[in-house]
Nanobody, 124 residues
Framework: QVQLVESGGGLVQAGGSLRLSCAASRRTFSSYTMGWFRQAPGKERAFVAIISRSGGRTVYADSVKGRFTISRDNAKNTVYLQMNSLKAEDTAVYYC?????????????????WGQGTQVTVSS
């Protein structure tokens, strides 16, 4: 089992930036492929960005490419999501997720561990 705790959400104006963090409880954090997902009101949860166990591979949703950056620090058991040039349509609850598998996938059903979510609201 691994517990994930997100932080860093909040209210920001369009064009602004936020950095989300997700701290994991396990020392075997480096064995987990990690991802960020988001869920807007009335919509299904969708992938935003995924990072491989070593951090050497990243995958982004088309809607955030060039604006968001996922990274991880395995020594700190933490994964980050740097969000720049935020838009109103980025408003959602953002979730951190992990899977104990080397394969990088983007489907929510392939992730076993989830944080409680952090709200990001972008005002236009």
């Amino acid at each position: 089992q691994v517990q994930l705790v997100e932080s860093g959400g909040g209210l920001v104006q369009a064009g602004g930036s936020l950095r989300l963090s997700c701290a994991a409880s396990r020392r075997t954090f480096s064995s987990y492929t990690m991802g960020w997902f988001r869920q807007a009101p009335g919509k299904e949860r969708a992938f935003v960005a995924i990072i491989s166990r070593s951090g050497g591979r990243t995958v982004y949703a088309d809607s955030v490419k060039g604006r968001f950056t996922i990274s991880r620090d395995n020594a700190k058991n933490t994964v980050y999501l740097q969000m720049n040039s935020l838009k109103a349509e980025d408003t959602a609850v953002y979730y951190c997720a992990g899977r104990n598998n080397i394969v990088v996938v983007t489907s929510t059903r392939d992730y076993d561990y989830w944080g409680q979510g952090t709200q990001v609201t972008v005002s236009s």
